[in-house]
């Protein structure tokens, strides 16, 4: 089976564009989560949804972010507009269910270069 | 949830078992332990995870302690392939985020 798959694989773009990253969950996963990666921060989650719906949008850094899940199969991380400390590598991850005897499995991510 | 404490880094030889050591002493009795390991440029990669009893799968086995305070993450036959970050999370049976430390860095070496 296809694991969860994210695009692009690299973007750079100048600062103030707007940016939208996709991601395709592994089929039958009902948990979508976005963590970005930096150094200084490690891994963290900004949003998750379950069916579609977002749960918890607690760890967007701002009004800047916004995040979709149009259908079960696809979702978008936009950024507009964009600036420079919001050079990352996003990460996209899907899980069956809820609760902790679900382990999340991660896409292979997009790294964002802001200039 | 818990926090969790593992070496900044570890060598091993290829073909020797690597056991990659966590403490989680405030475990709480409904927490998971879970390791995921990051090879350079790719996403976190899930290994295995267990509650109370050892746990076992084609890529390593889980060893937990009976006070379920520390575990063991053991790579039978370490290859230049396992090179990689290595993270134990503790996560509670209602968590939905894994919160993820500064892991091992595991290196493993010909």
């Given at each position: 089976?296809?694991?969860v798959?994210?695009?692009?694989?690299?973007?750079?773009?100048?600062?103030?564009?707007?940016?939208?990253?996709?991601?395709?969950?592994?089929?039958?996963?009902d948990?979508?989560?976005w963590?970005?990666?930096?150094?200084?921060?490690?891994?963290?989650?900004?949003?998750y949804?379950?069916?579609?719906?977002?749960?918890?949008?607690?760890?967007?850094?701002?009004?800047?972010?916004?995040?979709?899940?149009?259908?079960?199969?696809?979702?978008?991380?936009?950024?507009?507009?964009?600036?420079?400390?919001?050079?990352?590598?996003?990460?996209?991850a899907?899980?069956?269910?809820?609760?902790g005897?679900?382990?999340?499995?991660?896409?292979d991510?997009?790294?964002?270069?802001?200039? | 949830?818990?926090?969790?404490?593992?070496?900044?880094?570890?060598?091993?030889?290829?073909?020797?078992?690597?056991?990659?050591?966590?403490n989680h002493?405030?475990?709480?009795?409904?927490?998971?332990?879970?390791?995921?390991?990051?090879?350079?440029?790719?996403?976190?990669?899930?290994?295995?995870?267990?509650?109370?009893?050892?746990?076992?799968?084609?890529?390593?086995?889980?060893?937990?302690t009976?006070?379920?305070?520390?575990?063991?993450?053991?790579?039978?036959?370490?290859?230049?392939?396992?090179?990689a970050?290595?993270?134990?999370?503790?996560?509670?049976?209602?968590?939905?985020?894994?919160?993820?430390?500064?892991?091992?860095?595991?290196?493993?070496?010909?």
């Amino acid at each position: 089976d296809a694991g969860v798959i994210q695009s692009p694989r690299h973007e750079v773009t100048e600062m103030g564009q707007e940016v939208t990253l996709r991601c395709k969950p592994i089929s039958g996963h009902d948990y979508l989560f976005w963590y970005r990666q930096t150094m200084m921060r490690g891994l963290e989650l900004l949003i998750y949804f379950n069916n579609n719906v977002p749960i918890d949008d607690s760890g967007m850094p701002e009004d800047r972010f916004s995040a979709k899940m149009p259908n079960a199969s696809f979702s978008t991380l936009k950024i507009q507009p964009s600036e420079p400390r919001d050079s990352a590598v996003y990460f996209c991850a899907s899980s069956f269910s809820y609760g902790g005897n679900q382990p999340q499995h991660f896409g292979d991510g997009t790294r964002l270069s802001i200039l | 949830d818990a926090k969790t404490t593992q070496p900044p880094s570890m060598d091993c030889a290829e073909g020797r078992a690597a056991n990659l050591p966590c403490n989680h002493s405030t475990i709480s009795g409904n927490e998971y332990v879970y390791w995921y390991r990051q090879i350079h440029s790719q996403g976190p990669q899930y290994i295995i995870h267990g509650l109370k009893n050892n746990e076992t799968n084609e890529m390593a086995s889980l060893i937990i302690t009976e006070d379920r305070k520390s575990s063991t993450l053991i790579l039978p036959h370490a290859t230049l392939r396992d090179t990689a970050v290595y993270y134990c999370i503790v996560r509670a049976d209602w968590a939905d985020k894994l919160i993820f430390g500064t892991g091992t860095r595991l290196q493993v070496f010909p």
